[in-house]
């Protein structure tokens, strides 16, 4: 089990130096020479170069992109143009909001996802499925961000509940919270429910119920821990999706997190800082992904068996 | 007892399969899901918009053209979904707003596709050192969140409705890749296969005759759920001021401008959202509808 | 206990089952009685899908609804009424007096679960110890099925079919039931262990005192361990008796075709003599004697009245209207 987590660990070294050099490579397009715009129009040749030196834009993209790396390693991800601040410091100092969020969005997503989603499944057909599933349905086609504004007409400016925005306590991230885990929880529900259906045919349930098992404990304790691979699967790709991608939320509701400090860096063309926070946010989630793969290991014996081999 | 009624299920199957094209067979399971026959329906009236809005439209006047004197009136008769910060009528742009979304959706997934296809059928095939190259690139694409990466694409190339359309359509090829390939591989090693090779038939062609008809129905399932979440992702862009550059009414940049005004005209945010909704909705209802229809095995 | 149960194990009257599907009603069982000895062994047997399973799910009312719809007008087992059980009385007895044997060892056990912990879920739950206590006693089972009590930290991944055979085995029995529903417990295994596990089912039986109902299609078998054999056609009983009566007085011309299907060992050049044509399907039954299509001795008669079970003599009964003739008789090949 070490082993197949340190080989893993080991394979994610390429696909973190390619996802660096990808980003690298488009920021590059996108920036241009920045130097014309920080000097001003004045400024002469040598002033220029002089500046280009400084801030280390110097050599071909793949010489800039070794360097980067180089000090990448070192913890060193530059300094914003705009600020002037370490890149490093302002991603740490937004990480712990995004995670907040992230976090209580997969525990508002689960909270809804697992109940109805093995609701729909063990009373196929029935209204209850009908229902979870309408819902899960409305819940896949309503972009997230305007079930965040909607939720701030209705529960910030109607009910006055809670703020508009802002990160002033736990009041400040329900909405957000509800707004990105809707629409999850409305993948995880049709996951599970699938998953479950996949489940609930199987032999083993029959020989569970033969045994006295309670229906209940037939479903929560035989059924669940079986169908839970694929839930995890899409509980690994949403939780990684909503660290990197609650820009939305985070923009309807001013909330400081990781999503808002890239978008705002791109509107001030401040590539370092873009270039520094989507490499870590990549990271973060190619780690989320390996941690899902080892939580596999736990819950299906089989898949720790492969991976040992 | 259950094998043999699954059994005779089979042979009645089989038996009915037999009796009606292949697309006959599929037409009729889509016909007993009335989900997808709302989706279906929703679908065709929301293109049939998006192509007649021209007509029934001046761009220049009614869609783009300011009247302050009518800015931020609530919803009337004389304009059903009230009017914006600078007096457009907001109905007019609504369904204006169509042939923005349809158009970023199918292009993206347009370019997705053909890039998609092309690499995940060429990788499963050709095999080796290409396919990993190819597969750990897609690794690459898949471990950016779609979201960072068409905001990326976008900033890279400008903002506009092509480059729009190119970002979301990059930011959602990786899964093509991988379906496709997949799906190559099942086939690859069948003897139908080595006996196309066998008469000397070129790769291009063998995929192009004899491997892709087998995963087309997971491909078209594939692009018409992908067509749903790309106009998210578009409307996302957007909102965000990287999508459609004003005055064009493109829904999420309509939500974008009625965020300001959120407190007082509410109705702003409420229409353009809805249309979003009411797309992917029945977008997503028609894939549904279309996966259990082509793959009854998942019907359930 | 003492029970007013007229010394059976079991006592069955006139059990129907069907299932409603989309497609249309599926008549698996259709009424049929059955009663059973304290300590004997009935084998129950038939073709797939002849009902067999299907028979033994309801016993365990475990037929699932939807679409299985089950009536019966008695079911009494050790002298309890079990239909008139709710799904707490229900629980307590399965495992515990009557416990099954499933037919597919492969997919009869959960695979994330390991298998000492699949067996001491049983006594676990019903004879209240602790889990630790449970999971010892989990282990003295799998050394009494023959398996090694350190394989009980295994997963049924980690094990061969016989192996997850005698695993299931090993569930069934670890409360010591009263009745033992085996359902083709050897089908999916290699006829060498066949052989092991059939010997173990019937060593253990005698140990524990067991009564039992051996599903099964293997005529083999059936010689090797019932008392009693009922033959089982389109969910009707056709022929039951004692094993002496059915295997050597042979009636119902369907039993005749099951063993004139049957290898000669002793003739290596005779020829085998299959029934003709398929099981009908349960969905569209005939009127009259479902066998009466693939049946040598069928009449115009036999197409439209079903015939019921009527008596030989004291421990032999076949429905077959041919019967009422008093010279009619099959013509039955002679193994000996």
Not at chain 1, 93 to 120: C, D, E, F, S, Y
Not at chain 1, 272 to 288: C, I, Q, R
Not at chain 2, 107 to 115: G, N, R, S
Request: proline content about 4%; aromatic content about 6%; glycine content about 8%.
């Amino acid at each position: 089990m070490y082993r197949y987590i340190l080989k893993r660990l080991l394979m994610l070294i390429p696909v973190l130096l390619g996802v660096a050099f990808l980003i690298f490579a488009i920021m590059d397009v996108a920036a241009g020479d920045p130097v014309y715009s920080i000097a001003g129009p004045d400024a002469t040749e040598e002033q220029l170069d002089a500046l280009r030196e400084e801030m280390g834009l110097k050599g071909t993209l793949l010489e800039r992109y070794v360097r980067y790396i180089g000090n990448l390693v070192r913890g060193d991800l530059g300094t914003s143009y705009v600020t002037k601040l370490d890149v490093m410091d302002v991603y740490m100092q937004r990480l712990p909001n995004t995670l907040k969020l992230a976090i209580l969005t997969m525990v508002v997503a689960v909270g809804m996802a697992i109940p109805l989603g093995v609701t729909a499944a063990v009373h196929q057909n029935s209204i209850r499925d009908t229902v979870s599933m309408v819902l899960a349905l409305l819940g896949l086609s309503m972009p997230n961000f305007w079930l965040g504004l909607l939720l701030i007409m209705f529960f910030s400016l109607k009910l006055g509940w809670f703020p508009t925005g802002g990160n002033q306590g736990f009041r400040s991230i329900v909405l957000p919270a509800i707004t990105v885990g809707a629409g999850l929880a409305a993948l995880m529900t049709r996951t599970t429910r699938s998953s479950m259906l996949d489940v609930i045919r199987q032999d083993y349930l029959r020989t569970a119920r033969a045994k006295g098992v309670s229906e209940k404990n037939v479903i929560q304790k035989h059924a669940l821990k079986n169908a839970l691979i694929p839930i995890i699967t899409v509980f690994g790709v949403q939780f990684s999706n909503v660290l990197g991608g609650s820009v939305l939320a985070e923009t309807v509701f001013a909330w400081p997190g990781v999503g808002r400090l890239v978008v705002d860096a791109i509107d001030q063309r401040d590539i370092p800082t873009v270039t520094g926070a989507l490499v870590l946010t990549t990271m973060l989630v190619t780690l989320v992904n390996l941690l899902v793969d080892i939580i596999y290991a736990y819950v299906d014996p089989r898949i720790k068996a492969q991976y040992t081999k | 007892m259950t094998t043999y009624t699954q059994v005779q299920k089979q042979q009645r199957a089989t038996k009915r399969y037999k009796k009606r094209s292949s697309f006959e067979e599929i037409w009729r399971q889509l016909r007993r899901n009335k989900g997808a026959i709302l989706g279906m329906i929703l679908v065709a009236v929301i293109v049939i918009i998006a192509l007649i809005s021209p007509l029934i439209y001046d761009y220049q006047k009614d869609i783009a053209g300011q009247n302050i004197k009518q800015r931020l009136q609530k919803p009337s008769a004389e304009h059903w979904f009230g009017t914006d910060e600078l007096g457009r009528d907001i109905f007019a742009r609504v369904l204006y707003g169509a042939r923005y979304s349809l158009a970023v959706g199918v292009v993206a997934v347009l370019v997705a596709l053909v890039i998609g296809v092309t690499l995940g059928a060429s990788a499963g095939y050709i095999g080796g050192t290409f396919e990993n190259i190819v597969m750990r690139v897609t690794d690459i694409f898949l471990a950016i969140p779609s979201v960072l990466m068409a905001i990326a694409v976008v900033s890279a190339l400008g903002k506009s409705t092509l480059n729009l359309m190119l970002a979301v359509g990059l930011a959602s090829t990786a899964p093509f890749v991988r379906v496709v390939r997949a799906s190559v591989l099942v086939v690859k090693d069948e003897e139908y296969i080595e006996a196309a090779r066998a008469i000397g038939m070129r790769p291009w062609k063998i995929i192009l005759v004899h491997i892709l008809p087998n995963c087309v129905s997971q491909i078209i399932v594939q692009a018409t759920l992908r067509v749903a979440s790309a106009i998210i992702s578009a409307a996302q862009l957007s909102f965000l001021g990287l999508g459609v550059p004003a005055p064009a009414p493109e829904w999420g940049s309509m939500l974008s401008s009625g965020r300001q005004y959120i407190r007082d005209h509410s109705y702003m945010t409420l229409f353009p959202g809805l249309a979003i909704m009411v797309t992917v909705l029945s977008l997503n209802l028609f894939g549904d509808g279309l996966r259990d229809a082509l793959d009854p095995k998942l019907k359930r | 206990m003492t029970k007013n149960n007229n010394g059976l194990i079991l006592e069955v009257n006139n059990l129907v089952v069907r299932y409603e599907t989309m497609d249309g009603i599926v008549r698996a069982v259709n009424g049929i009685d059955l009663k059973l000895g304290y300590k004997r062994t009935l084998g129950l047997v038939g073709e797939t899908g002849a009902g067999k399973t299907t028979t033994a799910l309801a016993l365990l009312r475990l037929v699932p609804d939807p679409p299985g719809i089950v009536e019966c007008e008695k079911l009494e087992i050790d002298g309890e009424n079990i239909l008139t059980f709710d799904s707490d009385k229900l629980d307590q007895i399965r495992g515990k007096d009557i416990s099954m044997i499933f037919q597919d060892p492969m997919t009869a056990l959960n695979p994330v679960y390991t298998v000492g912990e699949q067996i001491a879920e049983s006594i676990e739950l019903h004879e209240h110890v602790s889990k630790t206590e449970a999971l010892k006693r989990a282990g003295d089972m799998l050394e009494l099925v023959g398996i090694p009590r350190s394989r009980a930290n295994d997963y049924p991944h980690q094990f061969s079919g016989g192996m997850k055979q005698r695993v299931v085995i090993a569930i069934a029995l670890a409360c010591n039931p009263q009745l033992l529903l085996a359902d083709e417990p050897t089908t999916a295994l290699d006829v060498t262990i066949q052989a092991q596990v059939l010997e173990l089912m019937h060593e253990l039986k005698e140990k524990y005192n067991t009564s039992m109902i051996m599903i099964t299609h293997d005529l083999g078998i059936v010689a090797e361990i019932c008392d009693e054999v009922a033959v089982m056609y389109a969910g009707r009983i056709v022929e039951e008796g004692t094993l002496e009566k059915v295997f050597n007085h042979t009636k119902h011309p369907y039993t005749e075709g099951l063993f004139n299907s049957l290898p000669n060992v002793k003739d290596r050049k005779a020829k085998l003599k299959p029934i003709k044509g398929l099981m009908p399907d349960p969905m569209d039954l005939p009127p009259g004697c479902a066998f009466a299509p693939r049946c040598d001795y069928a009449t115009e008669a036999c197409t439209q009245k079903v015939p019921t079970l009527t008596s030989i003599d004291e421990a032999h009964r076949v429905a077959c209207i041919r019967y009422d003739e008093p010279d009619f008789h099959i013509e039955r090949r002679i193994l000996s």
